[in-house]
């Protein structure tokens, strides 16, 4: 026996060193790369494996690999390198099948742009059907868990991700002009449908922990930490292409609950519906939780009570101008709430200071200032030309118009940027009165903030009557009184419908309009500009049908051009 040993182990170095020998050889890999092609063709179709061969340990590595995301298609997910291990359970029957499979270093194309991630895949196949456990580790330290499993009575697969952190998201995510520099999402979901996949159900939960934003377009300092959870059953019927979503629910800073529902298709242009509600949020509680980044600041109204908020969309989802949008905000636990408590600051006399850069200049919005216009003393065309022109639902809506807001979102999409903020005066007034003017999407949270607490403690004629005795008409100039003194030389009572029109069309950029005042008259262009909101305010009933021939025809002059 001591001589056998010897000799068993010199005569299996030589077969381990012949085989090797023989599977270096250039027709031996050759052979193996259409092997490879071969078994992978019945899924894939006919791709490129890059080079093959079999190392020390007789694991099968090929690779670069490129695969298409759907068959026919040209390839777009690329895989470094493929490791097979041969099942030694397997090869002891008399069968070789793969017993562990690496894939290292896949990536994901552009617009998705992820990776590289490594995955180990464990399939098996047993009496009642195959199986499948994978592990999947990501360039953030992220890593899944998954098993799956198919036989004859169905499929069902599990995943459990944790440590998802900002470099496993795609570029726009965490893009330098705004997205995700810390934090983790863990992911859970399970899977169960018939084997063929006709239908299937899935519940899902994520949960998004310490989430820090950071980036030009979200907030001058990092914004965070955030906190929220997501959860619900998604359903997919592969006969009608339609994803559904039922029993959503969700909870950010753990002061907003949501619940939600929808579906779509998948046909040309990706038809939806969706439906989110949110039943009780108590806006002390909310401001609360909120990082100083996002919370209204100190100054500004935090009324006691909750509101609630409901949004119903539907559409083609690649075209927003065509959605269909039924939004609401009930405020009337706010205003009820707000009736019990001590009165706004803001219901009387205050100080505005609306220069940042000078504190020291400051507005007395008040009788006390002899620039102050009260709201009843001006004309009605005064008042409605400037809701025509920046507001018209002003008095109809609880802060926020949402079919503007998808105007604006749908005009943003098309052209790859933010085009128009769709700001009614409830949150111009919020910026002007509380914030800097950068834009950012911190800003307009703590601007949504604030326009709710002003809608639920100020009737809208004390909203208007802030707005237009604090808005800036020119450099250096705010306030209707002041505005009608240094445009017309009068008395902002005084004003006719087509002044109060002009004033009106140069709200949203005061200091750039303000460079034809040397002209002591408006171009054509901006004449017609004029003329078009006199005929808006006619068709709103602001003007009679003589007022509006007497606006048109009345010449404009300022006063020191």
């Not at 399939?123 to 059907?129: E, I, K, M, N």
């Not at 998802?164 to 992911?187: C, E, F, K, N, W």
């Not at 309009?513 to 709103?540: C, I």
């Amino acid at each position: 026996m001591r001589r056998t040993l010897p000799l068993l182990l010199a005569a299996a170095a030589l077969l381990y060193g012949a085989a090797q020998a023989a599977l270096h050889t250039p027709a031996a890999e050759a052979l193996l790369r259409t092997r490879i092609r071969a078994a992978l063709a019945p899924r894939l179709g006919d791709v490129a494996i890059g080079e093959a061969r079999v190392d020390p340990l007789f694991r099968v590595s090929f690779g670069p690999l490129a695969l298409p995301l759907r068959r026919g298609e040209a390839p777009a997910v690329r895989i470094e390198r493929v490791r097979v291990r041969p099942s030694a359970t397997a090869l002891l029957a008399g069968r070789l099948e793969p017993g562990r499979i690496d894939l290292l270093g896949i990536t994901f194309p552009p617009p998705l742009s992820l990776g590289p991630f490594d995955a180990a895949l464990l399939p098996s196949r047993g009496p009642r059907g195959d199986r499948l456990a994978a592990t999947i580790r990501s360039p953030g330290g992220g890593r899944a868990e998954i098993e799956a499993s198919r036989d004859a009575s169905g499929f069902t697969a599990r995943l459990r991700a944790t440590g998802i952190g900002p470099r496993d998201l795609p570029p726009a995510l965490r893009a330098a002009s705004g997205g995700v520099v810390a934090g983790t999402l863990a992911l859970e979901v399970e899977v169960d449908g018939p084997p063929d996949l006709s239908r299937a159900e899935a519940r899902v939960r994520a949960v998004a922990r310490d989430v820090t934003l950071a980036g030009e377009r979200i907030a001058p300092a990092p914004v965070g930490p955030l906190r929220a959870t997501a959860g619900g059953v998604l359903s997919w019927d592969r006969a009608a292409r339609r994803l559904s979503l039922r029993d959503g629910t969700a909870e950010a800073l753990g002061a907003v609950p949501v619940a939600a529902s929808g579906e779509i298709e998948l046909v040309a242009g990706l038809p939806f519906t969706l439906s989110v509600r949110a039943g009780r949020i108590d806006y002390a509680a909310l401001a609360a939780a909120l990082p100083a980044g996002l919370a209204p600041p100190p100054a500004a109204p935090r009324p006691p009570g909750a509101f609630a908020a409901r949004l119903d969309l539907s559409g083609p989802l690649a075209t927003p101008a065509a959605w269909t949008v039924d939004a609401a905000l009930d405020l009337s636990g706010l205003r009820a709430a707000a009736r019990r408590s001590a009165p706004s600051p803001l219901a009387g006399p205050f100080v505005h200071r609306p220069d940042p850069a000078d504190p020291r200049r400051q507005i007395v919005v008040g009788p006390e200032s002899p620039d102050f216009v009260p709201v009843a003393e001006l004309p009605e065309h005064v008042i409605r030309a400037v809701t025509t022109s920046e507001d018209a639902g002003f008095f109809a809506h609880a802060g926020f118009d949402f079919d503007e807001l998808r105007n604006a979102f749908a005009e943003g999409a098309e052209a790859g940027r933010v085009v128009r903020g769709g700001s009614t005066i409830t949150q111009q007034l919020a910026k002007n009165l509380f914030l800097s003017p950068e834009r950012t999407l911190a800003r307009k949270v703590r601007e949504a903030m604030i326009a709710i607490a002003l809608e639920a403690t100020l009737p809208k004629r004390r909203l208007l009557e802030i707005y237009l005795n604090v808005a800036e008409w020119g450099p250096g100039l705010w306030g209707i009184g002041p505005a009608a003194r240094h445009w017309f030389g009068k008395d902002a009572r005084a004003l006719t419908a087509k002044e109060a029109a002009f004033l009106a069309s140069i709200i949203p950029s005061p200091i750039r309009y303000h460079a034809m005042y040397a002209r002591g008259a408006p171009s054509d262009a901006w004449e017609a500009r004029v003329n078009g909101l006199l005929f808006k305010m006619t068709e709103q009933g602001a003007l009679s049908d003589d007022q509006l021939v007497e606006g048109l025809s009345a010449p404009l002059y300022f006063e020191g051009g």
